[in-house]
């Protein structure tokens, strides 16, 4: 969802009242929650013209849509395939029809990492690995950080070399975790795990973490980690984006996430994003790098992470397409 339409998605629940607006919530997951909370907490004065103009949008976009009753499973596996291909329409119809209900899982993703690694730390390593390719790759990063070396380097090759999970074992996974965290017992059946989500995971974790864990893997399998290599998407790897990608991608991007992501990047990297910009907004930002001073490399990291977000959701969504790490320090 773009910052606009958080926005405008704000404004229409702060508008609706407590009791429709905590209805509407119940369907959204912890992160577009999050989004929204903390937009919602901005907003203390919503003038009249604002709350008629989301309003109005609303209901034209509603009554736009129309109302109709149709097997939606059945269609949305009909359209991504016409529109795929049996082969990429697969992992996507996938992830989407098979996430209906899964709460003892899913309870996961409401909780600080640190929790999620207190509670699973002491399970074995495929059991971990099992649990983390079904959260969102920032997280199970996050998580991962958490456990000792020998470990974080043991479940990221489960994860790796993970080709799928068989509906009975997730189902009784999904019972233990039900238990602990008394939450739902139905089951989501995906084929998660592989290379794709090692490097996705590798890809929101520090240059010493990934070291680590390549060098592990690479003792194993080396082909393996050269895929898991390959697949990764790293911030200078923007280098590899068309100037349309670039565009596409500062459009969505803070400026002053911007002025902290670049620092310390190279000056290639910096004068593609410099020429793909007007004149006066790449002037504007060459001042703003000057004069920013030395920036801690973990806080570099972090908003090159929320950018790299960006990037994959903008090529999730097809709009670009994806050619193809650190200590703390200062960052000059």
């Known amino acids: 969802m773009s910052d606009e339409g958080v926005s405008r998605a704000a404004v229409l629940l702060m508008t609706m009242g407590e009791e429709s607006a905590v209805e509407v919530l119940k369907y959204l997951g912890p992160k577009e929650v999050q989004r929204l909370g903390a937009e919602m907490a901005t907003l203390s004065i919503i003038s009249h013209d604002r709350m008629f103009e989301v309003s109005k949008s609303f209901l034209d976009e509603a009554q736009a849509q129309g109302g109709f009753a149709t097997d939606s499973d059945e269609f949305i596996r009909n359209v991504l395939t016409k529109a795929l291909g049996n082969d990429k329409a697969g992992a996507v119809i996938d992830r989407i029809l098979q996430v209906h209900d899964n709460a003892g899982i899913d309870s996961l993703k409401w909780m600080d990492a640190a929790s999620v690694a207190d509670l699973i730390k002491n399970e074995h390593p495929q059991i971990i690995a099992t649990i983390l390719v079904h959260l969102e790759p920032d997280q199970a990063s996050e998580i991962l950080r958490h456990f000792a070396e020998r470990v974080r380097n043991d479940v990221m090759f489960r994860i790796a070399t993970l080709e799928g999970v068989q509906p009975a074992a997730l189902r009784d996974l999904n019972e233990v975790l039900t238990q602990l965290l008394a939450g739902g017992d139905r089951v989501k059946k995906g084929t998660l795990g ?139």
């Open 194 to 332: 592989g290379i794709d989500v090692a490097a996705d995971i590798l890809n929101f974790m520090g240059a010493q973490f990934e070291t680590s864990i390549t060098d592990y893997i690479r003792e194993s399998d080396a082909d393996l980690a050269q895929k898991i290599q390959d697949k990764m998407f790293v911030f200078e790897n923007l280098m590899d984006l068309d100037d349309r990608g670039i565009q596409l991608l500062l459009r969505e991007v803070q400026s002053e996430t911007l002025v902290v992501a670049l620092k310390g990047t190279s000056d290639p990297l910096k004068e593609k994003i410099f020429k793909n910009m007007s004149s006066r907004a790449s002037e504007m930002l060459r001042e703003d790098l000057e004069s920013k001073g030395p920036v801690r490399l973990s806080e570099v990291e972090a908003e090159q992470k929320e950018i790299l977000k960006i990037v994959r959701r903008l090529a999730e969504e097809g709009q670009i397409t994806l050619g193809g790490k650190g200590e703390e320090g200062l960052v000059e």
